[in-house]
């Protein structure tokens, strides 16, 4: 079982910047693709980012491509999202999430574990 608890997130001004960070509980951590999420009031959640076992391999949405970085430290068992230039419609919930042998990284149906979330609120 592995547990995964967000942090980071909060108010930011449009075109600020903010990380957030999942840590994950267990010693399995390396062997899991790590995904963002997110989702906005009304909406259904989307897929944000993704990031294979080495760290060698990522995916964005297009909605983020050039503004957000995803990122994973193995040995302290975390995965970042650095999220820069924000803007309004970034506003949402982000949702980290965890899984073995994904094939299609922007399906969320396809991880196993996830965070409770953390907010994410961009003002004017």
């Known amino acids: 079982q592995v547990q995964l608890v967000e942090s980071g997130g909060g108010l930011v001004q449009a075109g600020g910047s903010l990380r957030l960070s999942c840590a994950a509980s267990g010693r399995t951590f390396s062997t899991y693709t790590m995904g963002w999420f997110r989702q906005a009031p009304g909406k259904e959640r989307e897929f944000v980012a993704a990031i294979r076992t080495s760290g060698s391999s990522t995916h964005y949405a297009d909605s983020v491509k050039g503004r957000f970085t995803i990122s994973r430290d193995n040995a302290k068992n975390t995965v970042y999202l650095q999220m820069n230039s924000l803007k309004l419609e970034d506003t949402a919930d982000y949702f980290c999430?965890?899984?073995?042998?994904?094939?299609?990284?922007?399906?969320?149906?396809?991880?196993?574990?996830w965070g409770q979330g953390t907010q994410v609120t961009v003002s004017s």
């Open positions: 999430a965890g899984g073995q042998g994904i094939l299609v990284v922007t399906m969320a149906r396809l991880y196993d574990y």
